[in-house]
């Protein structure tokens, strides 16, 4: 069985020590009525050349960019990658880590975030960046939120240059809290605010270049704060164009988000990508996402550790900054290798570039009949309209350019110019326009068009060689501690090996170079690979309607209640449906994905087995209810045994039931969340489907749903029309947008790659050795650590260090830091909140029988020191080149870039 490593003999060995004569004994708390007496329809699985041979045709299906002259831009660029970018990624070290929440072995992930940070930050002029977000679109959405925190404002004020993705992305995060985006106008390409009765504390964003393709005036900027306390966004989808001056902190604004897609990101027909949001460092506790910072350890070295933590969800629950988890650490990754390789002179070369190529196609088609030009100060992106409606529809039809609808001009088209354009395809262009070609065949990129100027600060990087880059990286790998290097038994996270095909496939030209918006016909092996995938989980859960747009478990979450609260809304019952159930044991998430949606939320807690408490959920159920969230298993490792119950409460009271699929690696093809009456959920691809986490991102979050919810999905939908599939209109019913494009696809690869390979029997036999390797562990640690209930567990499952403490003053942290010196890093610990001295184990089902028992053993060893020498636990980790973290300090005194560099 693919990267299952125990043979018949270990699993008879497992059954034998946990004291059952099969591996289905293990699951007897599954509701035998709804358990799946079938297999899953799902094909057989495929040995690796044949997986490789059927996502290759789907590859072959689609049209590259780069296949004829292409002119596409509209917030997705196609620049040049080099090759040291693939390099790096391709590094275990990095894609198969997880967030980097065990510093001393993680700082070669730390170290990446915080030079991202200080890339971001020298770009902007601002004083702090995070880490990344999602995309552009979100990056955005969580800027906005940010200033309304901030300025404890509910006014927002948005320019019609916003891209139409950014503004409906904006639109669905502000819809649940009542809140009304107004518009300042475009007139001539230019944001014109001179009548807009903006508020003193409102929240402004402003796109430049806007969509169309203008660059907005200083002058805009500095009149909209010359008025009150507002808080100004600037919003950029181009990150070439933080190469031209002025700098965005000159401008005086507060906060700079957008898409770094450009740089060092492959296209990939959307995502992954990242968002980058930098602000100042008097409202960095309003700043969503994770953050890096240096300090001290014990022996006064300086290292980096995840800082600012006390604003985030694991800890505030629901009075969180955010709902966010995670970061696209690997795409900032990209960036941050990008950005070493060209520094400032190579991005200000290539941004010359792009800009030159687009001044040159404006002087020319300017001359030609029938084309208008209406840009007077661009950057590498116009917009121009064709009297000839027919060569307007085939420009379109062919993928040539894009078409945008620009307020008080109507439609036209987007043509976008990067360094990967050269000045024959644009002679092309300017011939299928009607023109008669450049009038020369050399065109002098080496300087800015003196539209423009170039920035000349002080806080420029210099070019570094591909040797100084792929050293420097090196050197950050090694510091990381991944899957590659032995069991990794982080409880909730799912911690499994990530299949090399998978990568290799998601790098195909035919997926990685698509761009979102070429045209249906050039992109059916894309849909047609999204479309099998939507299929495959659907069958897997048990719900029909799936959208695989958010971009990671939390966004699956706010999704999924989005939806739901879409649907009261829908009935008239959105008034009174104003409240969440959420268990105790339950992830920070959850409580903070549903304060986002405008929800109240009310804890209910766990009962003496570890199951949700009914008398309590019965107590708390009533109209006012709008959903009910739950694991199951849930987070202690637990499968709910009342969970035929617990559905007929929830929905006899109108309710919905919604399933946090963070654990569904333990009941794959056993029974299935729609069969047990779950209404909605939303799945981890980074967790079950083994997406790499990327040392804390990309992940992908699809949410499902049952038939009637599929309306309010977030759209576009696939559509099938004639055998062809295409993107439907967004319904009136829907959400709307939640991210930009359509899903971080090349993760939506690598998880049909893995469903492909296993088929229906794979998965089934990867939730079964996952939950038989949990009870062996379980079963053989009781005597030193307890688990917190006495019961099977499913495919994790939770121990309390509670006793040990008491007895010998040693932790549960103690006793991870120790492990570290095992060579085995540790488990979760403090988590669920509700188990003292909690440690939540999650060995997966990749990992071998030898493993299994290196842990046990490790354990054992760790907990007789703690009991013999308890004051030596206190020091651990000994071994590592950092020692435990001065967290406090990194709080207190933030150093949040690197220094010199």
């Not at 008879?12 to 004569?21: E, K, N, S």
């Not at 780069?66 to 620049?79: D, I, N, Q």
């Not at 023109?435 to 990129?445: M, V, Y």
């Amino acid at each position: 069985m693919p990267f299952i490593p125990q043979n018949p003999q270990d699993i008879q060995q497992i059954l034998d020590a946990i004291g059952v004569a099969q591996v289905d004994d293990l699951f007897g708390d599954l509701p035998q009525e709804h358990r799946l007496s079938r297999p899953l329809n799902l094909p057989d699985g495929m040995e690796e050349r044949q997986v490789r041979k059927q996502l290759s045709r789907l590859a072959d299906r689609n049209t590259l960019p780069s296949a004829a002259p292409t002119f596409l831009g509209a917030g997705y660029y196609r620049h040049d990658i080099p090759a040291a970018v693939g390099a790096v990624l391709s590094r275990p070290e990095f894609f198969t880590a997880y967030t980097p929440y065990q510093p001393e072995l993680s700082q070669g992930t730390l170290r990446v975030m915080l030079e991202y940070q200080t890339f971001i930050q020298r770009l902007t002029g601002l004083e702090v960046s995070n880490a990344s977000l999602y995309d552009g679109p979100t990056a955005l959405a969580e800027a906005v939120l940010m200033g309304l925190r901030v300025r404890k404002s509910e006014e927002v004020w948005v320019s019609e240059g916003l891209h139409p993705e950014y503004h409906a992305v904006l639109q669905t995060y502000l819809d649940p809290l009542g809140i009304h985006i107004q518009t300042l106008p475009l007139r001539n390409l230019l944001t014109e605010p001179a009548d807009a009765a903006i508020g003193e504390t409102a929240v402004v964003v402003i796109q430049s270049p806007n969509y169309a393709g203008e660059l907005e005036a200083p002058a805009l900027f500095r009149s909209i704060k010359a008025q009150g306390h507002r808080f100004l966004v600037l919003n950029v989808c181009e990150a070439f164009s933080l190469a031209l001056d002025p700098i965005p902190a000159e401008l005086g604004v507060d906060a700079v988000a957008g898409s770094g897609q450009s740089f060092g990101n492959a296209l990939s027909y959307g995502g992954p990508h990242f968002g980058f949001l930098a602000g100042r460092m008097s409202d960095i506790r309003q700043l969503p996402g994770r953050i890096a910072g240096r300090t001290e350890d014990r022996r006064n070295r300086e290292g980096i550790v995840l800082t600012f933590q006390a604003r985030e969800q694991h800890i505030r629950r629901e009075k969180a900054s955010s709902n966010i988890c995670t970061n696209q650490a690997l795409n900032a990754l990209a960036a941050t290798v990008f950005l070493h390789f060209h520094g400032m002179e190579g991005l200000q070369s290539m941004a010359a570039e792009c800009a030159g190529l687009a001044a040159a196609f404006v002087d020319t088609a300017r001359t030609i009949d029938g084309v208008t030009i209406h840009n007077r100060r661009f950057f590498n992106e116009v917009f121009l309209q064709v009297e000839d409606h027919t060569l307007h529809k085939w420009l379109i039809d062919d993928g040539v350019l894009i078409e945008a609808q620009i307020p008080g001009l109507g439609k036209g088209l987007l043509a976008a110019f990067t360094e990967e354009n050269t000045p024959e395809e644009l002679d092309r262009l300017v011939r299928m326009l009607g023109g008669s070609g450049l009038p020369s065949a050399t065109i002098d990129l080496s300087q800015i068009p003196d539209h423009l100027s170039l920035r000349h600060d002080q806080i420029a990087w210099k070019r570094t060689s591909e040797t100084a880059v792929m050293r420097h990286f090196h050197k950050l790998a090694q510091q990381n501690y991944c899957v590659d290097d032995g069991i990794y038994p982080l409880g909730s996270c799912t911690m499994k090996f990530n299949p090399r095909l998978n990568e290799e496939l998601a790098r195909l030209p035919g997926f990685s170079q698509l761009h979102p918006l070429q045209p249906p016909c050039q992109v059916q092996g894309a849909l047609e690979l999204i479309d099998q995938l939507e299929a495959a989980l659907s069958e897997i859960t048990g719900l029909p309607a799936f959208t695989l747009q958010p971009a990671a478990g939390a966004h699956g979450e706010l999704t999924a209640l989005l939806v739901a609260r879409a649907f009261f809304v829908d009935r008239g019952e959105d008034n009174h449906r104003n409240t969440v159930l959420v268990p105790d044991s339950a992830h920070g998430t959850n409580p903070a994905s549903a304060h986002m949606c405008g929800y109240q939320v009310r804890t209910i807690p766990s009962d003496a087995r570890g199951n949700i408490d009914l008398e309590s959920l019965r107590a708390n159920m009533g109209t006012h209810i709008a959903v009910v969230m739950m694991t199951n298993p849930n987070t202690l490792g637990l499968f709910e045994e009342h969970i035929i119950e617990v559905q007929r409460i929830v929905h006899e009271a109108g309710a919905l039931l919604y399933y946090d699929g963070a654990n569904l690696n333990a009941i794959m093809g056993k029974i299935r969340p729609g069969d047990m009456g779950f209404d909605l959920l939303h799945l981890n691809l980074h967790k079950t489907f083994s997406t790499p986490h990327g040392g804390g991102g990309p992940g992908s979050g699809p949410v499902g749903v049952r038939a009637d919810l599929a309306p309010y999905l977030p759209g576009p939908r696939l559509q099938r029309n004639d055998r062809v599939l295409y993107w439907g209109p967004i319904g009136e019913k829907s959400i709307g947008r939640v991210r930009g494009a359509y899903g971080n696809f090349g993760m939506l690869v690598r998880a049909l790659a893995y469903i492909r390979r296993l088929g229906g029997p794979g998965l089934k036999r990867a939730s079964e050795i996952a939950v038989l390797n949990a009870n062996y562990l379980m079963a053989r640690l009781p005597e030193i650590l307890p688990p917190a209930f006495e019961r099977r567990c499913m495919h994790e499952f939770v121990l309390t260090a509670r006793h040990l403490k008491s007895a010998t003053g040693a932790s549960a942290m103690d006793v991870a830091k120790r492990l570290i010196d095992h060579h085995i890093h540790p488990p979760t610990v403090y988590f669920p909140l509700i188990v003292p001295e909690a440690m939540m184990i999650e060995p997966t089902e990749t990992v071998s029988l030898a493993e299994l028992d290196r842990l046990a053993e490790a354990l054992v060893s760790v907990v007789a020191e703690a009991h013999d020498d308890p004051a030596s636990l206190a020091e651990a980790p000994k071994t590592t080149t950092f020692s435990r973290f001065d967290d406090v300090r990194a709080v207190r005194t933030p150093k949040l870039n690197i220094e010199g560099t």
